[in-house]
């Protein structure tokens, strides 16, 4: 082993090579020369067609396969001849998959290529054709939860690798995650892994797909919906490696559209924020901003906004979305995969900037963009803003406040002079969705606080008496119609202690005077500022004008609607200063 380190190699790839090169020499380990002898496995996962340090050229995929052991384990076996030109292909693939979370054994295994052959082989005819049966079974495994968490009113479905062994089927019902029923014990992770596997290969509508094979080192995408035969329903399908193994989520989408859009109200919003949505219809032209978390119902509203529209089916209509989710009516609706990467290469276009800059010169009424979160989409929006159309767009923001510090900075690029002059800036809104306490269930103060002191957590007992003594005495609020999760819950509610989801929001129609003070940055002046002239001020009251999302989570749970523990997910009561408080200081 004590050798020159050779010119251009690293000592540490050359320590390794040598190693490599000790493992097959028959005092160490036996080189393998038939299949009989081959350790019992699962599947290969290196190939021509697999991404990264596992892809393998075809003239060397019967001299180098990463394996993967029925134990779990993964092991790298060659050709001990070729050690040469494999050795460092051999360390990489190591590194690749050990940063995956794969368990790599440590010594690699010297196979001969023959045998080798007969591995890819067979494990190409299991993928691919012997497995048809195993495949078939695990589509309809995969259906059966859909159709589960379908009935369960659940918004999206997390298949998980775990350690020890184990996979579990979560679904998100009311904004909680929870164990699908009667999917807690006997789940292998095999199961769960060959279940994701085949409903990316097998379900997925092919232009959707980011990848035509299913990998556990690299992120996937698609939607599934002419395959899966479950009526009114498609799937939004994400995958991300992991530690133990890869995980999947699908979001669950309504198909139909000619089913009925949800009104505003039955939303959650509050009367006078419905009358601000169609004020905003009514514009019919200005930039309209959503802000939200992911799964705050954005692209719920923004289907419902648009096929509402009193120009829908009389007007030129289209979206544009990474992927269409759901179908809306009187839209044009076009799938384009996003490529930012081509943005900085002289001369290139990505097939999204393509696709918008065709759809502004087809003279177009409105113009939904979904997020906003680059120059080209940002582009879209105010170009067509300023034509007198409709533009909806998205944000990651956390609230009204943050809207133009987002569409300003470096790398979405608008500047504050285009979008504060004219008449640009449409409806602009903050949404949240958050569970609707079952009205059959929900517990008085006093039972809630029993409760938790027979379960014994004396931490949710001291919060949920301070948010009772802080809206009581801080807000000098009546208290009496709030209720608390029981998280016991009833037959009405499936034992869950919620019964669907309600939207809260803060919501405006930029005025001169927030114009002009956001035109000099003022933005958290100018929002002040147009609450202190719109809002009542009155915290008992289901007028939303100019209130925020904070002071609507708070109407929302005196009226014992939601669970009042949870208000402070929007802010801190001590942060809270009501419009009169701000007026008097002013003043002072």
């Known amino acids: ?54 892809n393998v050229p075809p003239e060397l995929q019967d001299k180098l396969l990463a394996v993967k052991l029925t134990n779990g384990r993964v092991v790298i076996a060659y050709d001990p001849s070729e050690i040469a030109e494999l050795k460092s292909r051999i360390f990489l693939m190591r590194s690749e998959l050990s940063d995956a979370g794969h368990a790599v054994d440590a010594n690699s295994l010297p196979v001969t290529t023959g045998v080798l052959k007969e591995v890819r082989l067979a494990a190409e005819k299991k993928s691919h054709q012997g497995g048809g049966q195993i495949r078939s079974a695990a589509v309809g495994q995969f259906k059966e939860w859909i159709e589960q968490a379908k009935a369960l009113g659940a918004t999206d479905v997390h298949l998980r690798i775990r350690g020890g062994g184990r996979g579990d089927v979560m679904v998100r019902v009311d904004g909680d995650l929870e164990h699908l029923p009667d999917s807690q014990a006997g789940l ?64 669950l989408l309504t198909t139909s559209v000619d089913h009925k859009p949800m009104s505003f109200d039955s939303m959650g919003f509050a009367p006078s924020q419905c009358a601000l949505l169609q004020k905003a219809q009514r514009m019919e032209k200005g930039l309209m901003i959503q802000c939200g978390i992911p799964g705050s119902g954005k692209t719920t509203v923004a289907k419902t906004f648009l096929e509402t529209h009193p120009k829908n089916g009389i007007g030129a209509f289209y979206q544009v979305a990474d992927p269409v989710e759901y179908l809306i009516r009187g839209v044009h609706q076009i799938d384009v995969q996003r490529n930012i990467a081509t943005l900085s290469q002289i001369g290139k276009k990505d097939p999204y900037s393509t696709i918008i800059e065709s759809i502004l010169r087809m003279d177009p009424d409105a113009l939904d963009v979904g997020e906003v979160r680059d120059s080209v989409s940002a582009s879209a929006v105010a170009v067509a803003a300023k034509s007198g159309q409709i533009a909806l767009g998205t944000l990651h923001t956390g609230s009204i406040m943050g809207i133009m510090g987002r569409l300003t900075d470096d790398k979405i690029g608008l500047s504050r002079g285009e979008l504060t002059s004219g008449k640009i800036l449409g409806l602009l809104t903050y949404q949240a969705l958050v569970a609707k306490l079952c009205p059959h269930c929900a517990l008085e103060e006093k039972e809630a606080l029993r409760r938790l002191d027979l379960i014994g957590d004396r931490r949710a007992h001291s919060y949920l008496g301070f948010v009772v003594k802080t809206m009581r005495e801080q807000l000098r609020l009546d208290v009496t119609g709030l209720r608390f999760r029981n998280y016991d819950g009833c037959s009405m509610c499936r034992d869950r202690g919620t019964k669907g989801q309600t939207i809260l929001a803060e919501m405006m129609i930029p005025d001169e005077e927030w114009l002009d003070l956001s035109a000099v940055g003022k933005d958290r002046g100018a929002w002040r500022n147009y609450q202190e002239r719109y809002s009542d001020g009155d915290l008992t009251s289901g007028d939303m004008t100019g209130k925020s999302v904070f002071e609507h989570a708070i109407y929302k749970g005196l009226q014992g609607e939601i669970d009042a523990t949870g208000i402070e997910r929007f802010d801190l009561f001590e942060n809270y200063q009501s419009v009169a408080s701000k007026t008097a200081g002013a003043q002072r």
């Open 1 to 54: 082993l004590a050798q020159p380190t050779p010119v251009n190699e690293s000592p540490g790839l050359h320590l390794f090579a040598q190693v490599v090169d000790a493992a097959h020499r028959p005092q160490l380990a036996e080189t393998i020369k038939e299949s009989g002898k081959f350790p019992g496995w699962i599947s290969v996962l290196s190939g021509p067609a697999v991404s990264g340090a596992l």
């Open 188 to 251: 292998t992770n095999n199961q769960v892994l060959t279940c994701i596997k085949a409903a990316y290969e097998a379900l997925a509508d092919r232009h959707s797909n980011s990848d035509g094979m299913f990998s556990e080192m690299e992120p996937r995408s698609c939607i599934i919906d002419s395959q899966l035969g479950i009526p009114n329903l498609r799937l939004r399908f994400n995958s991300l490696q992991g530690h133990y193994g890869p995980m999947a989520v699908m979001r």
